[in-house]
């Protein structure tokens, strides 16, 4: 649903406009699949010092994955910030398209470390067994958040509506993971 609605609103600006989001969409993709990769690393040590009760090794866990992932998004957002035309011209030389995608992705960029606590922190949740927060987070970045802004913020910015509605999407999901892990980890704590 997200992805069509992104494309009937970038659609309102023309094929370059569609095709330079679908490029920023297929390159956060193949960024974050490494984010998940960690996260999948994690959450076997996760479920299993969690039923063993070995809480501090949790928390240990995901707070060094958070780190790990969180650096490896600081670098692809500084060196996609600084290359961002570039990297978007590898999948079509266009202009037009590189001028929509390169200021798409850098919006994205600048919410990417913030995507190292969402993911992992779904992660730990749903491995701990709080399902109801887990798939709440999960829905967040790409359907609770993402889908409002996909409607609204194009017809309030235009085409920079369209290019922002991922960014803004994380930091609200953000704001909504702090609160999720925090309350699991401070109960692992005690």
């Not at 958070?66 to 079509?92: N, P």
């Not at 913030?114 to 109801?132: A, D, E, H, K």
């Not at 359907?143 to 999407?169: K, S, T």
Request: glycine share 8%; with cysteine; aromatic share 12%.
């Amino acid at each position: 649903i997200s992805t069509t609605l992104l494309n009937v609103a970038a659609g309102a600006y023309g094929d370059a406009a569609i095709a330079g989001m679908s490029i920023v969409t297929r390159i956060s993709f193949v960024i974050l699949s490494i984010i998940i990769g960690v996260g999948q690393g994690f959450q076997p040590l996760c479920g299993f010092c969690y039923g063993a009760r070995l809480y501090s090794r949790v928390r240990n866990g995901y707070f060094f994955s958070v780190k790990i992932a969180g650096i490896f998004l600081i670098i692809c957002a500084i060196s996609g910030f600084w290359f961002a035309e570039e990297i978007i011209y590898i999948f079509r030389n266009d202009p037009a398209v590189i001028a929509v995608g390169s200021a798409a992705f850098r919006w994205q960029l600048i919410t990417y470390p913030l995507v190292s606590v969402i993911m992992l922190s779904n992660m730990m949740l749903q491995t701990t067994g709080n399902s109801i927060s887990a798939n709440i987070l999960a829905a967040s970045r790409n359907g609770l958040f993402f889908i409002p802004l996909v409607i609204i913020l194009p017809q309030l910015y235009g085409l920079l509506g369209v290019e922002i509605c991922q960014a803004i999407a994380d930091m609200l999901s953000f704001i909504l993971a702090i609160p999720l892990a925090y309350r699991l980890l401070k109960k692992m704590k005690k």
